[in-house]
């Protein structure tokens, strides 16, 4: 029954997204604004289609109705119901069926706020949007069928893969990650739709940038979530390894980044354009190829991928995708007019221009990587993989250089600058970079990468906060603090916002550096209560005992800390044993200070637990990975708070803000 | 355009075009030093001498009564067959709780002069797919180290 009310619901929404996709193309094609309005209607009506569907999927997985295909596959009465619930993510279908509603949610967002801006290219943004939902709706119809009926219902499930209960954070962490992947489809479509109207004005600008950074924040939370649960529950002790999975999750990332920074260059120059929109697109291609890589099992083989029709599908769209961008931006860029050139390659745009080819470059040697073992193994049918060595030799050298580059950029002026105002911008940073490696040398630095890294981070420090607190230093000594304040949190709010995420990245960057350069391994056999030294600490095997719970049984090995003789901490690794799985798997225990973590994995025990296996690691910094990216998130944020002057401006006067430029984009003294 | 925007622009071409140039090398040649081979006991044997210093992924079944293990060391020495050839190994480290004799292993290193597999890094064949082949059959070694990968699902 539910499972009919949801093919019903589908079938619903790719209706109303190919007559909305219609209505739209009518709309651009002859300025039909009757047209555009039912296809903002039924832009509705496909977000509600998709809600309802997932509505119903959910009410299947907790009534356990076996008869529904996906419930049989991924249900199970013995998960607790937090479990049961994120198992809408937890599993290929699922997860398409999901990406529904974001999608949903994302393209109404769209359509109610951009409604009447951008009379030039709303109805060209609403039918790419719609263009995509037909094609998500139809995966979900046809090749995913989530609500495809089982004839002989189980009268019970497997449950979800363990490894995806073992963890509260899986909970956000695909959420925040699609959250990302989907959103992109609103600034690809305002891409689109500015290459199809043959401008890309300062309102539409406005609205890409805005609409590429929310997924540009949730992407960032969704892969440092990955992170943090790949090191809180996988047990290697690192969070990042360069696997494929991950990498898809950078690429786009890596172009939505470069985006938003030659955005700035185009609101403030009217140069670059057609390179922005080109990056826009490209990240857009970059989730969908993504989407392609880890959700249709071709990295298990690519040979294997075929037995779904959801990869062949993903694929037939990604190539239809490219083939559209590319017919687009040949035609189209050359009608988009720059307003200028860089002139000096001392100055801010020069700097802005470089940072996008360094993202490029990265982003290339991440796709080369990632991409290169399926080609060999379709051509050679070989089966490599790309070892780790190649990205950190790669991505190490490109990331300590935008690092570097995030000082140099902010500290130059826009036009031009003479040579001797330019050494006087960049030369008292070098303080900063200085102060930064002594301190990382007075705490054991050593490794030459990690040092350029300290010294580009601390050079990059002092930029930002010099930049950061500018206006308001500015106001202050002129006596007026309050406006400076004002300032700060009003009219400059974008750039002071900036800034923070500046500030996040610098963080983030050194503690990535520091945790892999001074990372110590131990790998010992305990009997119980033996020690052995990791580093100044001594852990000592307390003894094991047994947990059982519902879903899983878990052997837990107690495990004293101490350091200079005082106990610092008792951690608990264990391995759980779920009845679906033929094998256990060990979940981490982490002591976690602002100076270093302790990790502790449990590989095995014997002799009926009078003598353990353990692995462990001291891990300087890595917290600070985690409250860096919170920094970047409060940045963007900072940014993204509507404004409601801004706000009044728009409803008030559409007309007005095509002359008035972007205000937002106030450069207040720098 | 006048001639001098015109050599500044085709002077940036060229620049690009050899900077472009250069980093593709790198890469490339970044690409070629740092691949990893999936092997099984039959193919590291064909590649000889090549198999020493390259990174290798070894798959295949726990030869029964090859294990040895020095808990005081942490030492551990055994032999992987496909059924047809027996490589030994040898590494250092606790292996997993899973590891046992006849079990699918996957190990990563490289082999040496000395004619034994050094393992940085040992795997367990997992998922459920994965079957023990019958007495005398074949080991599936490019299944098995399909199964050791972290499943993909997960993230």
Redesign the interface.
Known sequence: MIGFLGRALVLLSLLAASAGMVCALAAGLRRNDAALAWARRLTFVFALGMLGANLAMEVALLSHDFSVQYVAQVGSRSTPTWVTVVSLW???EGSILFWGVVLGAYVSWATWWMKDRHPEAEAWITAVMLACGVFFAFLIAGPAHPFAPVPNPPADGPGP?A??QNHILMVL?PPMLYLGYVGMTVPFSIACGALLAGRLGPDLLRSLRISLLVPWVFLTIGIVL?GW??YEV?GWGGYWAW????NASLLPWLTATAALHSILVVERKGILKGWTLTLVLSTFLLTILGTFM?RS?V???VHSFTQSDIGPTFLVFLGLGLVFSIVLLSAGIGRLENEGRIRDPKSREAAFLVNNLLFV?LT??VL??TV?PLIVEAVQG?????????FN??AVPLGVALLFLMGIGPALPWGRASGKAALRALVPPVSGGALVLVVGLALGARSPWLLATLFAGGYALYVTLAEMWLPLWTKARAGATGEGLRLLFGKGRRRFGSYVAHLGVVIVLVAVGASSAGRETL???LARGESARLGDYTLTYLGAHVVREPHRLSTVARVQVEREGRRVAILEPR?NQYP?????I?TPDVHSTLLEDVYLSL???SDGGE?M???AYRNPMVIWIWLGAGVIVLGAGLVLWPSRRLALATTALPRRREEEGAEGSLEVGG | MSTETRKTRIFAAIALAIAGAAFALIAVGGLGENLVYYWGPTELREAGDRAIGATIRLGGQVVPGTIQFDPKTTHLSFEVTDGRERVPVRSVGVPPQMFREGIGVIVEGTMTREGHFASERLMVSHGNEYRAPKEGERVDVEALIRNAEPPGEAR
Do not use: K
């Open positions: 937890s599993a290929l893969n490894l995806l962490h990955g649960w790949a996988l696997d494929p999975v991950e880890t099992g990295f298990n083989s470059m290339l040697t080369l990587g290169f070989r089966q490599i993989s790309v070892g780790e060595p190649y030799r790669m790998d010992v056999s391995l679906t799985m033929r094998e256990s060990g590989m095995g025990l003598r296996g353990l692995r």
